[in-house]
């Protein structure tokens, strides 16, 4: 595997990738990898020629008080991982080389990015959509591999995709969880034994309410009812959100039908992490 800090040696090497009408997959993440990120690739794998990942932790998406300082970095590791996976090229810039001096450029993908996450971290979309627009043009992928855990940012990219013309397949990929179903996390490493215990409360709230779904409940006030009541009985939980969206446009619903999000984010001691289902 080939390591580029470069932007323009990644642009070359893209270009090179993809001669002959050969399909360039790209796995965009910001390190700490977990099997979530490897399905991810592994996706990619199936349906592409060759493959490029990327580490970079992105300062842009980071409110002031967040942990970008304290996110896990575990460099050395992922790339002994993303070799073995069979990636082709870790795309690896340092700030600097993303956002030289005088940049001032940004993407807002308006009424989308204010909801759910956006809502919670104020400017927290317009990072993540100006750094991945960046990645794009310079990697030039055919297909780009996104978690569905992630569900609020994967509407605002697919939007910020349709708008601007990317000519790419941006492909949504199943959470993946631990064997007690868990989300899987890279900030899972900032919970301690009792926390990872009590973190389980985010996927028994969305499990009861898919029984409720599945029983013939669909009034959305109802679902959410039965799981904030939950939620907020949870030792060492404490709600953010929880919500039911159209998955495209994250604008709330009244009914929980084909294609609805049910979405929760909450804070677990001191780590807030989020989870999701998708009504099918």
């Not at 323009?8 to 990738?17: A, F, P």
């Not at 956002?99 to 990015?113: Q, R, S």
């Not at 904030?228 to 495209?248: N, P």
Request: with cysteine.
């Amino acid at each position: 595997m080939r390591i580029v800090e470069k932007v323009s040696e990644m642009q070359q090497l893209s270009r090179e990738l993809r001669a002959n009408n050969r399909l360039l997959g790209f796995v965009p993440t910001m390190g700490a990898l977990h099997e979530g990120h490897f399905s991810l690739v592994r996706r990619a794998q199936a349906e592409c020629a060759s493959i490029a990942a990327s580490i970079f932790v992105n300062p842009l998406q980071f409110g002031p008080t967040e942990d970008f300082a304290k996110y896990p970095r575990t460099f050395d590791s992922d790339c002994e991982q993303l070799a073995a996976e069979g990636v082709a090229v870790l795309f690896a810039p340092t700030p600097a080389e993303m956002y030289p001096d005088g940049a001032t450029t940004k993407v807002i993908v308006e009424g989308i990015a204010d909801r759910l996450d956006g809502a919670s971290r104020p400017g927290h979309f317009t990072g993540v959509a100006t750094v991945v627009a960046k990645l794009f043009h310079i990697v030039q992928p055919d297909r780009a591999y996104f978690g569905q855990k992630d569900a609020a940012q994967l509407a605002v990219l697919r939007q910020m995709v349709r708008d601007l013309n990317f000519d790419l397949t941006i492909v949504g990929c199943p959470i993946m969880r631990d064997s007690d179903g868990l989300a899987l996390s890279s900030r899972n490493k900032y919970l301690n034994t009792t926390e990872r215990v009590q973190a389980l409360a985010l996927r028994q709230t969305l499990l009861h309410i898919e029984r409720s779904i599945a029983g013939g409940e669909r009034q959305s006030d109802a679902l959410l009812q039965q799981g904030t009541r939950i939620l907020r009985e949870a030792d060492g939980v404490k709600l953010d959100y929880l919500a039911a969206v159209d998955a495209q446009s994250l604008l709330p619903v009244d009914r929980a039908e084909l294609g609805t999000l049910i979405a929760v984010a909450a804070w677990v001691g001191q780590t807030r992490l989020i989870d999701n289902l998708l009504v099918e």
